[in-house]
C-alpha cells in the first residue's frame, strides 16, 4: 500500500495537516494531502511523526497550533501498544508488552473477544499501532467520548494500549514508510476491509 493510500484512509479529506519533528520540536503545516504526502515521502531522519487529524488552521508559527481546540475533524481510532526492552524495563509489564510477538497475540486475543476487527495492523518500529478507520468523519466533541469509552474497554479486556494515543485527538504517529530509531521501517503488517461508521464503533466499543 502506499503512503497516499493510508493517509487517504485514516485522514479526514480536508483541513490543516500537520507533521511533527520530536528532535526540534517544529510543527509543519500543509493546506491539501498532496502537500503532506510529498513532504512526508521526502523527508530523512528517525524524527518525523503525523496528525492523526485535520486542523482548523495551521498554527500560529512552527512550534505551535497542534492543540485540542484546534483540531478539525477526525477519520479513524487508533490504539499504540508499546513493546522492546527499553519501554518495559521503563513502564513495566503491566503497561508495555516484551516484544511485537506479545503484543500481537494480545490484539488477536482483544479481537476475537471483542469482534472488533481493526483496519491497519502497523508495526511502529518495536511495537504497534492500531487503526480503526470510520466511514465518515467526526468533529473532536463528538470523536472523544468514543474514545475514552474506546480505552476504558480496552484496559476491561487487558489490553495495553497507551491511554494518551487512545484518547488524544491532537495525537501524533510515525508514518508508514518512515525508519524508526531502531533501524526498523515503519510498515503495514495486515490490513482489512473494516471500516465503522460512527454509532456502529461506539457500540462495539462499549462492549
Not at 492500531?130 to 476504558?152: G, N, S, T
Request: overall charge neutral; hydrophobic content about 40%.
Amino acid at each position: 500500500m502506499s503512503l497516499r493510500d493510508f493517509y487517504a484512509k485514516v485522514l479526514p479529506s480536508d483541513g490543516v495537516y500537520c507533521i511533527f519533528r520530536s528532535k526540534t520540536k517544529r510543527h509543519y503545516w500543509f493546506d491539501t494531502l498532496d502537500e503532506l504526502i510529498e513532504q512526508t515521502e521526502t523527508a530523512t531522519g528517525s524524527d518525523i511523526y503525523f496528525a492523526v487529524a485535520s486542523f482548523k488552521e495551521p498554527g500560529p508559527d512552527e512550534f505551535k497550533g497542534r492543540t485540542q481546540d484546534n483540531v478539525r475533524m477526525l477519520k479513524c481510532f487508533r490504539l499504540d501498544l508499546d513493546a522492546g526492552p527499553e519501554k518495559l524495563a521503563k513502564w513495566g509489564p503491566g503497561k508495555v508488552y516484551a516484544d511485537q510477538n506479545e503484543a500481537i497475540a494480545s490484539l488477536v486475543e482483544f479481537t476475537k473477544a471483542t469482534g472488533l476487527r481493526f483496519t491497519y495492523l502497523v508495526s511502529s518500529g518495536m511495537g504497534l499501532h492500531v487503526y480503526y478507520v470510520l466511514d465518515e468523519e467526526l468533529p473532536a466533541h463528538q470523536w472523544q467520548p468514543i474514545a475514552k469509552a474506546f480505552h476504558k474497554f480496552c484496559v476491561a479486556h487487558g489490553l495495553r494500549a497507551d491511554p494518551a494515543v487512545t484518547s488524544d485527538h491532537a495525537r501524533v504517529l510515525r508514518p508508514v514508510g518512515t525508519i524508526h530509531p531502531s533501524g526498523n521501517e515503519v510498515r503495514i503488517l495486515k490490513e482489512s476491509a473494516a471500516s465503522y461508521s460512527a454509532a456502529r464503533f461506539a457500540e462495539l466499543a462499549r462492549g
